[in-house]
């Protein structure tokens, strides 16, 4: 396997990426000071071979290790699924010395970590992500938390994993279109912060298609670095630097929460934001509508949107984007912060689009 | 005011301690970078009046400052209060520019201070501490948590403070009882770190009893300066310097939790607790007898217990009190570790204590 450091002083963490070898994870954290009292694997319902295997491979004895499936999807970062972790977790016997194992896409990870964040004042997790997103995006920069019903992620730590394990072999489960939302990330990062990277999924963009393990390895190697970067110079999202991250997002997370939950994945939410954000750039003459269309060309080759489909068009009208655009967290005084591209490879915060032209660039990706 | 500063790198934060002049809690928080959006104040029902004379020192719109009220008592630090005060940060609106401010005792800044770590990943909070305990003790060191219905503390973050503000003023309408329950914490920073305090609150006894503010400002300024200097030296508790401040707490601890909680407060066990752990350094000959007398009169001139009294005597048997002990905490591998002193202003732990030497220190307080 490959390994990525995430310097973080003393929160510092190695990412494995690649095939793993049986006894590989178990080596990993045999390596832990000081070596963990006890597991708990929690796990998403639907990956629960993943997990029995993940928890064999910890090399603790099978009294140590507690199992905990938590259902799939976004209803289960509530305070209900928190609160039952908390409890079994008293339940086992969980010390300050103890390590939870999340083994799930996005939802796991945020749910567990947080959960580790607020045990004992915050003991070790390991990511053991199963889906795509989680390997290049959610398991990497240590935001945990859960939401409130009214409103997603408010409720949260920052609390770094000790490990991540991004073993390639437990992608080979995961659905295509699944997989296909976690390259809307994958493209983000060669937009925002790497022409070269951006260059090579265009060059690989059939062998990473059709999985293949070298080429992913690569993909996942390279998103986790540039994230890795990111997160090392702005650990606490203090700097502004981090925003960076955010590129389609503000559009992404508008149209997120205007259509149902499921209609979309978020990497395909993402993927039409990126579309608008860049649309939005060319308007200004910010970058070259043949960059634009570059971008949305490879988008389209990963099977991701870059316009509003028929289907959700009725909910995701200029004015109700717009509206949601403004509760965006980032605007922390009431204004619209977008991340716009200079050229592929490059992005800055820009605070100037009108309203105007943010309702042109919408309703662009309605009438396509 | 006297300040003190409690460097923890980009955590570091100030304790104001004396007697505020009307506008200086106001200048303090003006020099917040960035400026907090909005203020939230979670305060003891017990005491509102101070909870409304601080929220109008804040120098905030009255429209930006929202009062919200905890019952007074340990029940409060639980899952549900939690949610209470989530949901109502955000029915106000509170981002990540936002301000909690905490007036109370050590539950309120530890429910308190769970909100800010927890909330939008983190957001800054004040405490405001209206008793000696949480003075000298709580609202330093930047433990934060809750509890469940069967263990204490288990669920929490560290979570430092932007600024103490401990106003001896706000100490005037403080029940006699619980003010000498806050001198047993502070009689042992004495022991475990400096004998010269240990020698001044010997000799200014009187005056602090009588709650004079110049021998008040000293006691907590000089406590305050030693338990910042351990959070300094170990903030995440892991290094094992931050035992030390518990002296007297694995004994306290069993006694609190085999009592009725309200049976006894906190700085009362602790109280027995340091008599109970000198007792043992004593039998273990590794401090002398006259060391552990001249402990025990301060406590007892303080109006601290240091014996098991008759009322309580049932539920406190040796075996249940061993019991009790060998499920702390700090035994994270089934042992027994304790804090002793070795002379007056130093302290280390110790693990070779037999069962049956604690048994008779044990049985030495209840025959008292």
Redesign the interface.
């Given at each position: 396997m490959q390994s990525i450091d995430v310097p973080l002083g003393p929160r510092s963490y190695v990412i494995h990426i690649g095939n793993a070898a049986p006894g590989q994870l178990g080596l990993a954290i045999g390596s832990f000071s000081p070596p963990p009292?006890k597991a708990i694997v929690i796990y998403d319902a639907e990956v629960k071979l993943i997990a029995e295997k993940t928890a064999k491979e910890l090399g603790f004895e099978p009294a140590k290790v507690c199992m905990i499936d938590v259902p799939s999807g976004e209803e289960s970062k509530s305070?209900r699924y928190l609160?039952y972790l908390?409890?079994n977790?008293?339940q086992f016997g969980v010390?300050?010395?103890g390590i939870i194992v999340a083994v799930g896409g996005g939802v796991i990870g945020d749910l567990a970590g947080f959960a580790a964040?607020?045990?004992?004042?915050?003991i070790r997790f390991i990511q053991v992500p199963t889906t795509l997103l989680a390997m290049v995006d959610s398991s990497v920069g240590g935001?945990?938390?859960i939401n409130?019903p009214?409103?997603k992620n408010?409720?949260?730590?920052?609390w770094q994993p000790s490990l991540v394990w991004a073993d390639i072999a437990n992608l080979a489960t995961l659905p295509t279109r699944e997989f296909r939302s976690g390259l809307a990330e994958v493209v983000k990062y060669g937009i925002i912060l790497d022409a070269d990277f951006f260059e090579y999924l265009e060059n690989h963009a059939d062998a990473i298609l059709a999985r293949d393990t070298s080429a992913l390895t690569e993909v996942i190697r390279r998103s986790c670095l540039l994230k890795a970067r990111v997160v090392a110079e702005d650990e606490?999202?203090t700097t502004g630097r981090r925003a960076i991250l955010n590129y389609g997002h503000t559009f992404g997370h508008a149209i997120e929460s205007l259509t149902e939950y499921g209609t979309l994945l978020h990497g395909e939410a993402v993927s039409i934001g990126m579309s608008m954000a860049g649309h939005l750039a060319a308007s200004l003459q910010r970058w070259p509508d043949h960059s634009l269309d570059q971008q949305n060309q490879l988008l389209e080759r990963f099977g991701l949107p870059t316009r509003i489909m028929a289907g959700i068009q009725k909910h995701l009208t200029a004015d109700r984007m717009i509206q949601a655009m403004m509760h965006d967290?980032k605007n922390?005084?009431g204004k619209l912060n977008l991340i716009l591209p200079n050229r592929i490879g490059e992005v800055q915060t820009v605070s100037d689009a009108t309203i105007d032209l943010v309702r042109k660039t919408i309703s662009h990706h309605l009438a396509l």
């Open positions: 009292s305070i609160e908390w409890k977790l008293l010390d300050r010395k964040a607020t045990w004992n004042r915050g935001k945990t938390g409130l009214e409103a408010v409720i949260g730590s920052f606490w999202e967290k922390t005084y």
